[in-house]
């Protein structure tokens, strides 16, 4: 009997402890995580302040563009900055940018989000999150249009005495100073007039997105995209979103999807196709 007695109550004693150790490590996991959301994550600061802090370079239409006469933005990332401001119950903050600082800036905290036709590199992958992309894209050139036979490759392209105009600070000029030798680069420091360059005959082609080259040919009627959907690498575009902050991030990567599955960046982005 008194086997028996001690048995049970040794049974009981060890069945109270695993009890309590799983009661314990539940309540440890319940603070741990607690604690992480508390840390401060942009799903709860944004709403909190008011405002979604936007970086945006304002130079690349179709995908965001500041008018310098009224200084207000337009373009597809532009309305999609707004709905997602929207979503969250606040109203968008746009901080003006270039593609030169755009990492620095972002980096130091100046602003919650940046859009704009941004590009996935593995080196900006190194000290920003990536949402879900939400566009496929690549390099293609754009010329004049008595000149598009002419610069159907990058071999084409990579001649001596040709003239390629590149903005500083992006994946344009990385692209261009990796894969253009022989031909001449133009920097050009103004995203907004550099087309210009090519109409006026003092540059003859330019290499950047394709999505760039198809909405530029439609502004300049002199000009043409030379195989805008045959590109010469892979690209895709997606919001750079604070590095560590989780939380926001798959906010925002399920925002991306359902926007881009729903018909609202479709929408957002038919007046600029066309």
């Known amino acids: 009997m008194r086997r028996t007695t001690v048995l049970s109550a040794l049974a009981l004693a060890l069945v109270t402890a695993v009890g309590g ?3 314990v490590t539940r309540t440890h996991m319940v603070r741990e995580a607690a ?3 508390s840390a401060g994550t942009l799903l709860d600061t944004v709403p909190e302040r008011g405002t979604l802090r936007v970086c945006t370079t304002g130079d690349y239409r179709p995908f965001s563009y500041r008018d310098p006469a009224t200084a207000s933005y337009t373009g597809i990332d532009i309305d ?3 709905n ?3 979503s969250l119950g606040v109203r968008p903050v746009f901080v003006a940018t270039t593609w030169a600082e755009l990492m620095d800036d972002f980096t130091a905290g100046r602003c919650d989000v940046a859009m704009g ?3 996935v590199t593995l080196a900006r992958a190194r000290k920003v999150y990536f949402s879900t992309p939400y566009l496929v894209d690549g390099k293609a050139a754009i010329a004049r249009c008595g000149d598009k036979a002419t610069y159907r490759s990058l071999d084409a392209i990579d001649r001596p005495g040709v003239r390629v105009v590149v903005n ?3 994946t344009n000029e990385a692209f261009a100073k990796a894969r253009v030798r022989r ?3 133009l920097t050009h420091s103004d995203n907004t007039t550099i087309f210009d360059e090519i109409v006026a005959g003092r540059a003859d082609v330019m290499i950047t997105d394709g999505s760039e080259t198809r909405y530029q040919a439609r502004l300049h009627p002199e000009l043409c995209a030379i195989n805008p959907d045959k590109p010469f690498n892979f690209v895709e575009k997606a919001y750079l979103l604070p590095r560590g902050d989780k939380e926001f991030k798959e906010y925002v990567d399920q925002w991306v999807h359902l926007t881009t599955h729903n018909g609202t960046y479709d929408g957002y982005a038919a007046p600029w196709q066309g």
């Open 21 to 23: 150790t799983a009661y």
């Open 35 to 37: 604690a992480r959301h």
């Open 80 to 82: 999609m900055a707004e």
């Open 84 to 86: 997602l401001a929207t």
């Open 117 to 119: 036709g941004v590009s």
């Open 168 to 170: 500083p600070g992006g």
């Open 183 to 185: 031909a001449t680069l």
